[in-house]
Each structure stands twice: as structure tokens, then as C-alpha cells.
């Protein structure tokens, strides 16, 4: 069964501070790899995705991905309040199961104005 | 824009009814997906769908089963509710296109089992 990591947190960070999310992942064939927000009582929406090894930026979010060491991080650079939420891990996809997307646990995180 | 629906947004059930939980998507996706979320355990997956008819247990399949008769809509049935299904359920769809499509998810039902 695919494992997928995170810490639970809460973490907490002063407004404009970078926010580090790191996630490990158990299936080493994944394919794919997914951040996603979710605010209080509403559904997760997508931040990045990632497939590549390396870093790939989208404005204040940078992903990485080290399928080596079976890790993805989320770095979110100058911190707004708006930014504190949950931000779900998801990972899928090897040649047989791609369409099944497993989630780990979330890490809160809290941006202190 | 991607639209999914489900058709209720918070539910109350007594145990051991027979509960329906339903949802439509309009964007012709081929995969949809039902998780249940919990404080502290994250999104699990409860099973999914990549065709008409066709239907894969997630890891907590228990208690539960589905139906795919058309392709917009997946149905996630409780036999016999209890209250430990007390819970946020929400249905996701993807495109089976590319491994890399992202989910789209409902708004999600709050299940509350008494």
C-alpha cells in the first residue's frame, strides 16, 4: 500500500518568511506529485504539480521533487496571512494504478502577521 | 471550468440506514474518486472509478460500496450507516488522459451519523 508523509504541524511563520512543506512518499514508481490548499471547510484546490526532478516555480511557490530519496517540498517565499491553511501531499501514478491519487495527513500551517 | 457537484452539502442519517451519496461532474472525465476526511488522518481513499461500471477499492473500502452507471455521476453508498462513517465525503474527478491531470474536487458532504 503507498505511503505518503507529512508533518502535521501546526507550523507557524511570520508574514514574509519562507514556509517549507516536505512531504516522503513510499511507492517508488510514482509519477506524479501534487500540492494542494485547503482552508477551513472548504474543498482542496491545486497549488503545483510536479513530475521532474528538480525545482519548478509559480510565483511565491517552488516545488521539488527527489524521487531518489522519495521527497517533494513545497517552499512558499514571502508569507501572507492569506497562505494559512492545510496543504495536502498527493502522489499517483506507476504503470498499472496512475489513476489511483493517495494523500498524506496535511500540514497546517499558520502565518503570523 | 471543471464542475463538480455533490448533491448535499451537510446530511444527518440515523444508524443503520441505507445512505446515498451523489456526484456529478460535467467536464466528461473518465476517473472519479470518493474520500472521506478526518481531523489528523487526512484524505482516504474510499474507491474509485475509471470507467462506466468499473470500479477499484481505495484503502478503506469497509462498510461501503459504489455505483458508476453513467459516466458524470458516482454514487457512494453506506449499507448500513454507522457512526463511525461520521465524516466530511468528498468526490473528485480527473482526467484519465495524462497520469499528471490534477483532481477536481466537490464541495464535499458532511455526513453526521446518529
Known amino acids: 500500500q503507498k505511503e505518503v508523509e507529512q508533518n502535521s504541524g501546526p507550523l507557524s511563520v511570520p508574514e514574509g518568511a519562507i514556509a517549507s512543506l516536505n512531504c516522503t512518499y513510499s511507492d517508488r514508481v510514482s509519477q506524479s506529485f501534487f500540492w494542494y490548499r485547503q482552508y477551513s471547510g472548504k474543498s482542496p484546490e491545486l497549488i503545483m504539480s510536479i513530475y521532474s526532478n528538480g525545482d519548478k516555480e509559480d510565483g511565491r511557490f517552488t516545488a521539488q521533487l527527489n524521487k531518489a530519496s522519495q521527497y517533494v517540498s513545497l517552499l512558499i517565499r514571502d508569507s501572507q496571512p492569506s497562505d494559512s491553511a492545510t496543504y495536502l501531499c498527493?502522489?499517483?501514478?506507476?504503470?498499472?494504478?496512475?489513476?489511483?491519487?493517495?494523500f498524506g495527513p496535511g500540514t497546517s500551517l499558520s502565518v503570523i502577521p | 471550468d471543471v464542475k463538480v457537484t455533490q448533491s448535499s452539502r451537510y446530511l444527518v442519517k440515523r444508524t443503520g440506514e441505507k445512505v446515498f451519496l451523489e456526484c456529478v461532474q460535467d467536464?466528461?472525465?473518465?476517473?472519479m474518486f470518493w474520500y472521506r476526511q478526518d481531523p489528523g488522518l487526512g484524505l482516504r481513499l474510499i474507491y474509485f472509478?475509471?470507467?462506466?461500471?468499473?470500479?477499484e477499492k481505495g484503502d478503506i473500502p469497509e462498510g461501503y460500496s459504489v455505483s458508476r452507471e453513467k459516466k458524470e455521476r458516482f454514487s457512494l453508498i453506506l449499507e448500513s450507516a454507522s457512526t463511525n462513517q461520521t465524516s466530511m465525503y468528498l468526490c473528485?474527478?480527473?482526467?484519465?488522459?495524462?497520469?499528471?491531470?490534477?483532481?477536481?474536487f466537490g464541495n464535499g458532504t458532511r455526513l453526521t451519523v446518529t
Open positions: 473528485a474527478s480527473k482526467d484519465r488522459g495524462s497520469y499528471n491531470s490534477p483532481l477536481h
Open positions: 498527493a502522489v499517483n501514478g506507476d504503470e498499472t494504478s496512475y489513476d489511483k491519487v493517495i
Open positions: 467536464m466528461d472525465h473518465e476517473n
Open positions: 472509478s475509471y470507467d462506466v461500471k468499473m470500479k
